[in-house]
């Protein structure tokens, strides 16, 4: 089992280490001075002179080759140093502890909403398979699950924002209410797939010899169920990481949407300043909660299914874009 | 069986509307009316009389009307013109992204799964890589970088989007490497390209092309949210994920802005996966739970 972690957990640090070298090398091959890039985001109107981007460039050490300015990246990275922004000289890290708590408060409350949404309604459905509850969650679910999470976003903000007025239109500064439909937004899509697995792994179980038995001896339905919940615990594990990638994706939009001041918002920003360090940190940031959920999936399940621990375990499958 | 294979068709009917709008729309909506004189007096004109790009800043923010029937935006332009136009950056990024993404995908899966060894390897750390990153994440960065150009973003949602693509290609080519009819083509002489190319890839190809309408969906929709976040094709194309953009600043007015192009991207994804999902249910392989 040991072996069996430290493999995993190898495997996902060179992961992460592929990731960084991937987009430090396309940030190196793209056209374009960073410096010249970041003092035109940054100036008004004035053009600024060759010896200040040249001091630029030396305190930033963007003189250096690429590969030298990766390792060195990594180095100060491992102690959790990022550099200074760019774009308002605070040291990145900083910025984004400043950014996290919304992100996370937002992230937390739409899984859970999820879950408490998407678990009964996909048990719901697979009692009774083709039944009025499945077809109308089917439906439903499919529906959410086309959406793009900002277009979800925006209709909501029509609604209740505009319309209603029952939300603030902005959420920086708002306080409870203006949680309210980022976390919407961002947990009915997750609650339709949510409820679409429950659903198969539960209508699968309660299908199959030992449910049968089950109700030979006289069971209920509940127990059934509460059986088939158990069984799917490995698959549920794997579906929670892939659920990952879609709530970091999404919450780069969400937050955008309502203006909530978090770290989704930070790398649009940062994006847009053209700020290589705090793009490169919320970069590592974000394929590190992803590489980190799939290596505690593989965990899990192997603890679950000792089955699984031989498998080349494969990577979740890819979240939804947006 | 009956009932799914109406589905299907209903599926692939609705997604059909896309791209025939998107090339139309230029007919659809346009000013120059369809027949005139050689005056210049007006026979015949076209079914939106608006081209998509004219500001009319005296009829700002007009709410829907029988002249304009969604509406006009900020500068005063057409909402439906608009709406009609922008399918073709949606459409085009669909197409061209998911396209690159199968000949990047079917290329690599191919390679992998035939070769093994070092680079079947290769491919799938390349691969868990890739997956690493939200695919949103992994385009915003890299377009923050590079010139914003509608061919630059199509570019990057393929490089992200390949990889289940990779997966299934290489799965179906391990497979069918064992196969006798590649055993007798290696008998009767033929080279390794010819082998890949010939006997394994058409083999390969057809779940690759099922899991199409799926990566098509995810590219329509990365290409919006890059648009919204206002780094996809620049202005004044019209496109939807800019559209929306522009009407959140809007809000709590101009509610015609928001609801068509929130409406024709839902229903362009939305078709792509209906599509998929008939095209899954039909074939051996099923790609996503």
């Not at chain 1, 491992?78 to 605070?90: K, P, T, V």
């Not at chain 1, 708590?101 to 083709?130: D, F, Q, S, W």
């Not at chain 2, 800043?57 to 005063?76: A, I």
Request: hydrophobic fraction near 55%; charged fraction near 15%; include cysteine.
């Amino acid at each position: 089992m040991l072996r069996f972690v430290l493999k995993r957990a190898a495997s996902a640090l060179l992961t992460l280490l592929g990731v960084l070298a991937l987009v430090f090398g396309l940030l190196a091959a793209a056209p374009g001075d960073p410096a010249a890039m970041a003092a035109k985001a940054g100036a008004r109107a004035s053009a600024v002179s060759p010896e200040a981007l040249a001091a630029f460039r030396t305190l930033y050490g963007l003189n250096r080759p690429p590969l030298e300015r990766f390792g060195i990246w990594i180095v100060r990275a491992a102690r959790f140093d990022f550099g200074i922004s760019l774009s308002d000289g605070r040291p990145v890290g900083e910025r984004i502890s400043g950014a996290l708590p919304a992100t996370v408060t937002l992230n937390l409350a739409a899984l859970l909403a999820a879950l408490a949404l998407g678990v009964p309604a996909g048990i719901a459905a697979a009692r009774r398979p083709g039944g009025r509850l499945d077809r109308i969650s089917g439906t439903l679910g499919d529906a959410l699950f086309a959406t793009p999470s900002f277009v979800l976003g925006l209709v909501l903000l029509l609604v209740f924002s505009g319309w209603l007025r029952l939300t603030p239109l902005f959420s920086d500064g708002g306080g409870f209410r203006g949680y309210v439909l980022p976390v919407v937004t961002l947990a009915l899509p997750t609650a339709a797939f949510l409820a679409r697995f429950v659903r198969s792994c539960v209508a699968s179980a309660l299908a199959d010899p030992a449910a049968a038995a089950g109700r030979a001896r006289g069971e209920g339905s509940g127990a059934a169920v509460r059986r088939a919940l158990r069984r799917s615990a490995a698959p549920f594990a794997a579906m929670g990481a892939a659920l990952v990638p879609s709530l970091v994706a999404g919450s780069v939009l969400v937050e955008r949407v309502f203006s909530l001041p978090g770290a989704g918002g930070l790398l649009a920003d940062a994006v847009f300043a053209r700020d290589l360090p705090t793009v490169l940190a919320l970069t590592l940031l974000s394929a590190g909660c992803v590489v980190a959920a799939a290596f505690l999936a593989d965990v899990v399940s192997a603890v679950l299914d000792p089955r699984t621990r031989d498998a080349a375990a494969p990577l979740a499958p890819a979240g939804e874009a947006a | 069986m009956n009932a799914g294979r109406a589905r299907t068709w209903r599926a692939a009917a609705l997604f059909a509307l896309f791209p025939l709008l998107a090339l139309l729309a230029s007919v659809l909506a346009r000013e120059k009316p369809w027949v005139e004189t050689k005056t210049g007096e007006t026979i015949v004109r076209a079914p939106v009389p608006f081209d998509p790009d004219a500001a009319d800043l005296d009829r700002r923010l007009q709410p829907p009307s029988w002249k304009h029937l969604f509406g006009t935006d900020e500068l005063g332009r057409d909402v439906l013109a608009r709406t009609l136009h922008g399918a073709r950056v949606s459409v085009a990024a669909g197409l061209l992204a998911s396209a690159l993404a199968l000949f990047l995908g079917a290329g690599l899966g191919a390679v992998a799964g035939w070769a093994g060894g070092a680079a079947d390897r290769g491919v799938l750390f390349l691969v868990n890589v890739v997956q690493a990153l939200p695919a949103l994440v992994l385009v915003v960065t890299a377009a923050s970088f590079l010139p914003p150009s509608f061919l630059v973003a199509a570019v990057l949602i393929a490089l992200t989007g390949w990889t289940d693509t990779a997966r299934i290609v290489r799965a179906e080519a391990k497979k069918i490497r064992e196969a006798p009819f590649v055993d007798a083509a290696r008998a009767a002489g033929a080279s390794a390209p010819r082998l890949v190319l010939v006997h394994v890839l058409p083999h390969a190809l057809p779940p690759a092309v099922a899991l199409l309408p799926y990566v098509l969906g995810a590219a329509v929709l990365t290409e919006a949210a890059l648009s919204f976040l206002g780094l996809g094709a620049p202005p004044p194309d019209a496109s939807w994920g800019r559209a929306l953009a522009e009407a959140r600043n809007l809000l709590p007015g101009a509610w015609w802005c928001v609801l068509p192009p929130a409406a024709a991207l839902f229903l362009l994804v939305l078709s792509a996966r209906r599509l998929g999902d008939a095209a899954a249910s039909r074939d051996v392989q099923s790609p996503s739970p």
